[in-house]
């Protein structure tokens, strides 16, 4: 009788284990689909801009510094390999954005222009799905680190080799102020 019930404690005792380690796997697969979410936004994102770079071109009274600013953004984006490199990249090319937005304000000619309004719809609606994957992603993320962290499972991430993730998050106060628009 005894040693049925010693059996079934260390039957319990693994299948727990089992399950800890089945959670790390789901949640590093959602952390992964997740951030395939905010990829394919991104691209979206990438892929417009050069229609909206060429559209403010058109016009003879753009300033160049602020075209090149989005370009220059736009590459790093392009060139960014790991997720904190990508998320300061990104962040850059929004607070670009914010500037080449602002020279619409600006120019009232290049304001009242329906490719380039059509344009900046576009990429408000672009942006605030990737607000949305990047709120997503980071709670999963928070999930998944918080359970590294908690006892017994970090007994079972330790065994299994299981990392720490990174947010995707804002890196310098800087970017999280509003950019100046001068008019």
């Not at 299948?15 to 992964?32: E, G, H, M, P, T």
């Not at 954005?97 to 619409?104: D, H, N, S």
């Not at 900046?120 to 918080?146: F, G, K, M, P, T």
């Amino acid at each position: 009788m005894g040693l049925w019930i010693f059996l079934g404690i260390v039957a319990a005792v693994v299948l727990y284990f089992i399950a800890i380690y089945n959670k790390f796997v789901s949640l590093r697969a959602a952390i992964d689909s997740s951030w395939s979410d905010i990829d394919v936004q991104l691209k979206r994102r990438a892929n417009l801009i050069p229609a909206l770079v060429k559209t403010v071109k058109s016009y003879k009274n753009y300033e160049q510094e602020t075209l090149e600013k989005v370009i220059e953004a736009r590459q790093r984006c392009e060139n960014a390999k790991e997720i904190k490199e990508k998320a300061a990249a990104q962040n850059a090319l929004t607070h670009a954005l914010g500037g080449l937005f602002a020279l619409a304000e600006a120019y009232p000619e290049l304001k009242a222009d329906t490719q380039f309004t059509k344009l900046q719809n576009e990429l408000s609606a672009i942006e605030e799905a990737i607000q949305n994957a990047r709120r997503y992603y980071n709670a999963v993320v928070r999930d998944y680190n918080a359970k590294l962290h908690s006892f017994p499972d970090l007994l079972v991430a330790n065994k299994f080799n299981f990392k720490e993730r990174d947010y995707f998050e804002l890196e310098e106060p800087s970017e999280r102020k509003m950019p100046d628009i001068d008019l």
